[in-house]
C-alpha cells in the first residue's frame, strides 16, 4: 500500500483502538474522500470506467438535455450549469461542446463544479481550458449562486456518498461497524442497538443478519438540491445505479483496476461505491418542493433522445476501425445487460416546467 490509502489505513486504525470500532458509515467516507483525494483514477489505467469516459455521446446527450431544459425555462439571461462530481472533466466538456449548438445557451451559462478533490479540480481545470469557459468550483452545494436558476447534472456522483449500514440481530437492529481483527485487518462488527424506526418504513419484517442501508448523505443533497430549484428555477438529471425501490440488502462494493475488491481492505486504494436508493432520492426531492421525473432506465432515456442517430453520424465520419468503437460504445450504454437498465436516470424540476425531454410516459412521485 502506498499514497493516501495507507495514510488513510493508519488515521483509521488508530481512531479505531481508541474507540473499539466506527460505524460503517465514517469507515466509507474517509476511504472515498483518500480514494478521489489521490486524483485520476479513471479509465482503461484506472479502477472503473463510467458513461462520460466510454463515449462522447454520453455528454453530448445530456448537455442537449441541459439546453432543452434551459428553453423550456423560458430561455432565461443567465443560468447555472452546475456538475457534481466531475471526475476527469469530460461530461462538462462534451456538454458544453454540444450545446454550442445553441449559442444563445452557451452565452447565458456559468459553470459550477462541485468537487471536493484538489487534484481532481486540476485535472477538470485542464480538460476545460479550451472550452471557453472559466470555470468556479465549490465544496458543497451552499455556495452555488442564488440570483438564477440551475440547471444541474450529476453522473455517478450519490453512488460515492457515504451510506450507514444497519444489521438485524435476534436483539433488534444494530448499527453496523467496522473492528480490527487480530492481525490488525479491518472486520465487519455489529455496533451499538438502533431503534427501529432507523430503518426505512418500506422495509418489511427482516430476518437475523439482513443488511439494510441508509443513505442520509444522498438525501440530504437531494433536499439542497431539490429546494434550491423549487425557489430558483432549473432543473437537475441525476444518473446512477441503483434501486427503483428502496430495498434490503448490502449493496455496498470496491472496484480497484476494473475487478472486484474486499470493501474493508485497502481504504483509500479502491473505488468504494453503495448502489443508489433512487426512492429514497425521489421522495427527499418530492418532499423539498421539486416535481420528479422517472427514474427511466438509461439506456431508454439515451435513445429517446436519439443516441442511436448520433451513433450513426459518428460511425459514418469515422475511420472503419473507429467505426466499430462508436457501435460498441453504443451497445455499453443502451444494452440492458450492460449500463441500459441498472443505470438509471432521475429529473428533478421546478413544479412549473413541464415534462422534459426522455420522462414522456414516465411516472413521476
Ligand atoms: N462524474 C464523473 C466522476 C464520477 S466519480 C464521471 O462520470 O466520470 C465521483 C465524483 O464525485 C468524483 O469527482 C469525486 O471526487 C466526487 N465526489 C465524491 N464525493 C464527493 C463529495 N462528498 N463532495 C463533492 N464531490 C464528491
Not at 502506498?2 to 493508519?10: E, F, K, L, P, Q
Not at 446512477?240 to 481492505?265: E, I, M, N
Request: aromatic share 6%; glycine share 10%.
Amino acid at each position: 500500500m502506498s499514497g493516501a490509502g495507507a495514510d488513510i489505513a493508519r488515521v483509521l486504525r488508530d481512531r479505531i483502538r481508541a474507540a473499539g470500532s466506527i460505524p460503517f458509515e465514517e469507515f466509507m467516507a474517509e476511504a472515498a474522500a483518500a480514494y478521489y483525494g489521490r486524483g485520476d483514477v479513471f479509465g482503461r489505467d484506472g479502477d472503473f470506467t463510467t458513461a462520460p469516459e466510454i463515449s462522447q455521446m454520453f455528454g453530448e446527450i445530456l448537455g442537449l438535455w441541459c439546453a432543452v431544459a434551459w428553453q423550456l425555462m423560458n430561455a432565461p439571461d443567465k443560468v447555472a450549469l452546475v456538475e457534481l462530481g466531475p471526475g476527469r472533466g469530460t461530461l462538462m466538456c462534451d456538454m458544453l461542446r454540444a450545446s454550442s449548438l445553441l449559442p444563445p445557451f452557451r452565452q447565458a451559462v456559468s459553470v459550477h463544479l462541485v468537487e471536493r478533490s484538489r487534484p481532481l479540480r486540476e485535472i477538470q481545470a485542464r480538460a476545460l481550458a479550451g472550452s471557453g469557459v472559466t470555470p468556479q468550483w465549490h465544496d458543497d452545494l451552499t455556495t452555488l449562486p442564488t440570483d438564477r436558476p440551475l440547471v444541474v447534472v450529476a453522473n455517478e456522483f450519490f453512488d460515492a456518498l457515504p451510506v450507514r449500514q444497519l444489521q438485524r440481530a435476534l436483539s433488534g437492529w444494530h448499527e453496523r461497524h467496522v473492528a480490527l481483527n487480530d492481525d490488525g485487518g479491518f472486520a465487519f462488527t455489529l455496533g451499538p442497538a438502533v431503534p427501529e424506526t432507523a430503518v426505512p418504513a418500506a422495509i418489511g419484517p427482516c430476518r437475523p443478519g439482513t443488511i439494510v442501508e441508509v443513505a442520509a448523505a444522498c438525501t440530504t443533497v437531494m433536499g439542497e438540491l431539490a429546494a434550491r430549484l423549487a425557489t430558483q428555477g432549473g432543473a437537475a438529471l441525476v444518473v446512477d445505479y441503483g434501486y427503483a425501490r428502496t430495498a434490503a440488502g448490502d449493496s455496498v462494493q470496491a472496484l480497484k483496476r476494473h475487478a472486484f475488491h474486499p470493501v474493508l481492505s485497502d481504504p483509500g486504494e479502491a473505488d468504494i461505491t453503495a448502489h443508489v436508493d433512487f426512492q429514497a432520492l425521489s421522495e427527499a426531492a418530492a418532499a423539498a418542493g421539486a416535481r420528479v421525473l422517472g427514474p427511466v432506465g438509461q439506456g431508454a432515456f439515451l435513445e429517446a433522445l436519439g443516441i442511436a442517430q448520433r451513433a450513426e453520424v459518428l460511425a459514418a465520419n469515422a475511420a472503419p476501425q473507429h467505426a466499430e468503437d462508436v457501435r460498441k460504445a453504443l451497445h455499453r450504454l443502451i444494452d440492458p445487460a450492460e449500463m441500459g437498465t441498472l443505470f438509471k436516470v432521475l429529473a428533478l424540476v421546478h413544479p412549473a416546467l413541464p415534462t422534459l425531454p426522455g420522462f414522456e410516459g414516465s411516472a413521476s412521485a
